[in-house]
């Protein structure tokens, strides 16, 4: 194999063009991969590990407030959909339909669900008879289709990988502060796992989903300073137990309509730990979430004992880590290095002959490409050490750049400017008209984040219309 054929090909700069580079990134790391069904993409192996890993994650979070799973059909007929008007209206144009089923003519067209409040409702209704049923605490992990025009790996694709939680409650509060928590839930999933700083608030009445009472959301900033929504939360009130006639006898002997919310994280966030991580030399995986934590590769493996110690060290740490050994004979040093920096892995563990007449390893860390030597006997707590080290700093070098790109402004001028210079997110105080919120994404094509739940006072007036303004809103593109 010749030397130009040895190295991982270079992928677009990030700095030219962040889009390319993306999706780069997610070919060449090994994520995931086109397919001839149009819009729709194969999450490889590689990229599927960090999906189950947040799946894991969440799932273990979601139980231990409370939740369990469950499964609903993939079909949800059209009278059913039509059940609820706003919400119906929200996803008419993304909805795809059955139409024929074994040869012959469907009576009623049935829908790929793009989200399953309806089905789900339809079920709780036949489940709830009394207070005492309450609440009912579920959740699915499933996909969805989505006819989306414009489609990018793992942001936006037709069909996607999610979790859909659905619960209803006895009194409004208890609904209302069931959709808090889970906000809370992905905000752990999202800083903790992911390592990357949420920004969490109320979507104004225009960016709610369709059919709720209130949204929440935790926003995440992007490194070309593009937002991402990576996690709603949803209040429903009412709003589909009275279509779907989901009534329970209350505790004064009285029927009642239950209180609904909802709530999703999709493989999105596979997305946003490449976009708020990744760098020229590839994808950058925070260790909690990484497939592989530590890859050994071994120095002159062909040389006496290099593999026998190599298979040693693995054999040690397999137990308390995701570790690799890459005992490749077929590729050079050089290409492994860059092979699996390439996909992030954290930790590299170099071990060759000298290394091993020292009773040393050489660690070399993903995130910032510092190197230590490591005596072997301190090899197991080191890697211990220096994963919580590297999980740290990432999530602090996000916080940096959602830090640098922060500003605020006091006219719609201003917000213009700030969004041309420093791309990322723009506060602002705001009236509440959504005339104004309207004027905002015309002039700058940033629609609003959210209304934060720390609110700040900038000014007393809202930048556009000049009126009273009382709350504080922040202002982002988004992917």
């Keep these: 194999m010749g030397k130009k054929e040895e190295f ?40 599927y590990a960090i999906w189950e890993n947040i799946k894991d994650y969440a799932d273990k979070k979601f139980k231990e407030v409370g939740i369990t ?32 089923g074994g040869g012959e003519e469907l009576e009623e067209r049935l829908c790929i669900r793009p989200t399953s409040e309806t089905i789900i409702s339809t079920m709780y209704a036949k489940w709830v008879k009394s207070w005492r049923d309450l609440p009912i605490l579920g959740n699915q992990w499933c996909s969805v289709l989505r006819w989306e025009k414009e489609t990018r790996p793992f942001l936006r694709s037709r069909e996607f990988l999610w979790q859909e939680g659905h619960t209803i409650h006895e009194t409004a509060k208890e609904a209302e502060d069931r959709t808090l928590l889970m906000l809370d839930v992905y905000a752990d999933v999202i800083e903790n796992l992911l390592a990357i700083p949420v920004l969490k608030g109320k979507k104004t009445k225009k960016e709610q989903f369709a059919g709720a009472d209130s949204t929440y959301t935790v926003e995440t900033l992007m490194k ?8 709603t939360s949803h209040y429903f009130g009412q709003n589909f137990s009275k279509p779907f006639n989901i009534k329970f006898q209350n505790r004064e002997g009285k029927e009642e309509y239950v209180y609904q919310t909802s709530w999703g994280i999709t493989t999105r966030l596979i997305g946003a730990v490449i976009m708020a991580h ?15 934590q530590a890859v050994i590769v071994p120095i002159a493996q062909h040389k006496e004992g290099v593999l026998e110690k190599s298979n040693e060290i693995f054999e040690e740490l397999k137990s308390n880590y995701r570790v690799k050994l890459d005992d490749r004979d077929n590729y050079s040093t050089g290409f492994k290095f860059n092979d699996w920096e390439m996909r992030g892995v954290p930790v590299r563990i170099e071990i060759g002959p000298k290394d091993i007449e020292k009773g040393v390893a050489i660690l070399a ?12 006997k301190n090899l197991n707590i080191r890697l211990g050490e220096l994963l919580n080290e590297i999980q740290e700093n990432m999530f602090k070098a996000c916080e940096k750049v959602r830090d640098e790109r922060t500003t605020v402004a006091y006219t719609l001028d201003e917000i213009a400017e700030n969004l041309e210079k420093n791309q990322g997110y723009v506060k602002t105080m705001w009236c509440g008209d959504q005339a104004c919120e309207d004027k905002v994404k015309e002039v700058t ?16 007036v809202c930048p556009v219309c000049g009126k009273k ?8 593109r988004q992917y």
């Design 8 to 47: 991982v090909k270079e992928i677009t700069n990030i700095e030219d063009d962040f889009a390319k580079w993306y999706t780069d990134v997610v070919i060449k790391a090994d994520l995931a991969d086109y397919t001839e069904t149009k819009g729709c993409i194969a999450i490889k192996p590689y990229g």
């Design 69 to 100: 799973n469950f499964y609903m059909p993939l079909l949800i007929p059209e009278s059913m959909l039509e059940k609820e008007k706003e919400h119906v209206e929200g996803f008419a144009p993304e909805v795809a339909w059955v139409t024929i």
């Design 224 to 231: 070309d300073g593009r937002a991402l929504q990576a996690g």
């Design 278 to 292: 990744g760098d020229n030399r590839g994808l950058k995986l925070p260790p909690k979430v990484a497939p592989i």
């Design 365 to 376: 860390r993903r995130d910032n490409g510092e190197k230590e030597t490591v005596e072997l």
């Design 445 to 460: 094509g940033a629609p609003s984040r959210c209304m934060p739940f720390k609110q700040e006072h900038l000014a007393d």
């Design 469 to 476: 303004a009382t709350k504080m809103i922040v202002w982002g």
